[in-house]
């Protein structure tokens, strides 16, 4: 029963390895890793103990890091067409397809928002305007690596600031995405969801 439950830790550990997600990857790497210290002190290998202990540490001090979202992120405006953005829609076409399945690159936005994380490209918002504060949501896609960032959250708390005071939905959706809009606080109306970000 007590090698289980090493093995359990130990298996946990591995998978966290597989995740794209960073904030994945460190919470089940923290959950393996106290599984794994747990086991440790079962069987008296207190240098294990003690390894699994600073790697739980290390993996919270992290995830904090992670939650701090203005001291990392930066809100860059940029224009349909840019090479950037061109790159950006192109090397995640695919996963890009996996939540938003009717979006094209050619869709005429005039609202264009890519969000930076410490310099590297993060997430990219497309809209149109419809006016009076209203933006048409095209795309509002995260890179892989920054999907549990709250790069939504510091996102809506920046565009009022650019006039958009309520965001649209209205595309085919995924349940993924679906899921993503309402833990974000959309409200689904009439086959679109709304947002208020006064």
């Known amino acids: 029963m ?3 439950i090493g093995y359990l830790g130990s298996a946990l550990v591995v998978v966290s390895m597989l995740m794209s997600s960073v904030v994945k990857l460190r919470v089940i ?10 086991y440790a002190l079962m069987i ?6 003690l390894m699994n202990g600073f790697l739980i540490g290390i993996n919270v001090y992290n995830l904090i890091k ?3 979202i203005d001291r990392n992120y930066d809100l860059v405006e940029g224009a349909q067409g840019e090479s950037l953005l061109r790159y950006l829609l192109d090397y995640y076409r695919e996963d890009i397809r996996t939540y938003f399945p009717d979006f094209s690159a050619g869709n005429g ?7 930076c994380c410490n310099g590297n490209p993060a997430g990219v918002l497309l809209g149109t305007d419809n ?10 896609y995260s890179t892989p690596t920054y999907r549990d960032c709250s790069i939504g959250a510091y996102l809506y708390s ?10 649209v939905f209205a595309g085919k959706e995924t349940k993924a995405h679906a899921a993503y809009l309402t833990k974000m606080g959309f409200v689904k ?4 969801y709304t947002k208020s970000l006064n």
Do not use: C, W
């Not at 790497?29 to 747990?38: E, L, Y």
């Not at 008296?44 to 103990?49: D, E, I």
């Not at 936005?109 to 969000?115: L, P, S």
């Open 158 to 167: 920046k565009l009022p600031s650019k006039g958009v005071h309520t965001l």
């Open 29 to 38: 790497n923290t959950i393996g890793s106290g599984i794994f210290a747990a």
């Open 131 to 140: 006016g009076q504060g209203t933006l048409r949501v095209l795309l509002d």
């Open 109 to 115: 936005a005039d609202r264009v928002y890519v969000v």
């Open 2 to 4: 007590i090698e289980m």
């Open 66 to 68: 992670l939650t701090q």
């Open 44 to 49: 008296h290998s207190y240098p294990t103990a």
């Open 189 to 192: 109306e009439n086959g679109a």
